[in-house]
């Protein structure tokens, strides 16, 4: 998929965009997903165990764009890293920003830089510096017209202001229609959703 308004590439992070609102919103298996090889991950058990904390890789694959490793090869690098972890009980935990950074600065030569604290309209200035931002938000922005559940534990890319420059152009990993995977939002309905952290990558990768 392409976005038309941006020369980002549009990624989710389930292997067939069509099948990711019955999996994050009506309880699909993500093993059903007859695309799950083409993820890199090594069978349809990993796939369905990983794929649904994989938001990150999936922002960091569309900002690397053409050519981009797996969405699996980025949680391999990623996980040598530090940026994800597993417990005792195998639980998952991350995206842990700082190894994140460190790792994608390392492997993929790409200058991230973590935001602990980011206020909204500082997205704005990251865009205008020529800046990609990863966002932490709710992942209940893909339906912007209902109250905001929360804040954080999704990540979002951020690519460019709208088209009347007062808004935020954003690929969204989870995003069940095309026009919630490429999506347009006015800086303070983006704002009810976002976490106020985030990592900002360059545009030129």
Same mark, same amino acid.
Request: glycine share 12%.
């Given at each position: 998929?392409?976005?038309?308004?941006?020369?980002?590439p549009?990624?989710?992070?389930?292997?067939?965009?069509?099948?990711?609102g019955?999996?994050?919103?009506? /309880? @699909?298996d993500? %093993?059903?997903?007859? #695309?799950? &090889?083409?993820?890199?991950?090594?069978?349809? =058990?990993?796939?369905? +165990?990983?794929?649904?904390?994989?938001?990150?890789?999936?922002?960091?694959?569309?900002a690397?764009?053409?050519?981009?490793p797996?969405?699996?090869?980025?949680?391999?690098?990623?996980?040598?890293?530090?940026?994800?972890?597993?417990?005792?009980q195998?639980?998952i935990? /991350? @995206?842990?920003? %700082?190894?994140?950074? #460190?790792? &994608?600065?390392?492997?993929?030569?790409?200058? =991230?830089?973590?935001? +602990?604290?980011?206020?909204?309209?500082?997205?704005?200035?990251?865009?205008?510096?020529?800046?990609?931002?990863?966002?932490?938000?709710?992942?209940?922005?893909?339906?912007?017209?209902?109250?905001?559940?929360g804040?954080?534990g999704?990540?979002?890319?951020?690519?460019?202001?709208t088209?009347?420059?007062?808004?935020?152009?954003?690929?969204?990993?989870?995003?069940?229609?095309?026009?919630?995977?490429?999506?347009?939002?006015?800086?303070?309905?983006?704002?009810?959703?976002?976490?106020?952290?985030?990592?900002?990558?360059?545009?030129?990768?």
């Amino acid at each position: 998929m392409t976005c038309p308004a941006c020369r980002f590439p549009v990624h989710t992070q389930f292997a067939s965009a069509e099948l990711v609102g019955p999996i994050v919103e009506d /309880g @699909l298996d993500a %093993a059903t997903d007859p #695309a799950w &090889a083409e993820s890199g991950a090594a069978s349809p =058990a990993e796939y369905a +165990r990983w794929s649904g904390h994989l938001c990150g890789m999936t922002c960091l694959r569309m900002a690397l764009g053409a050519g981009a490793p797996s969405l699996f090869a980025l949680r391999d690098g990623a996980l040598r890293y530090g940026a994800y972890t597993q417990d005792a009980q195998g639980e998952i935990r /991350g @995206l842990i920003y %700082a190894p994140f950074a #460190a790792y &994608a600065r390392e492997v993929h030569g790409v200058d =991230a830089t973590v935001h +602990r604290h980011l206020a909204a309209q500082e997205i704005l200035g990251l865009l205008d510096a020529g800046r990609t931002v990863m966002a932490s938000v709710h992942y209940g922005i893909r339906h912007p017209g209902r109250p905001a559940p929360g804040r954080g534990g999704h990540l979002v890319l951020l690519t460019s202001r709208t088209a009347d420059g007062t808004g935020v152009h954003f690929h969204n990993p989870s995003g069940t229609t095309a026009g919630t995977r490429a999506a347009d939002l006015a800086l303070p309905d983006f704002e009810r959703f976002f976490a106020g952290r985030g990592v900002s990558l360059p545009t030129s990768v």
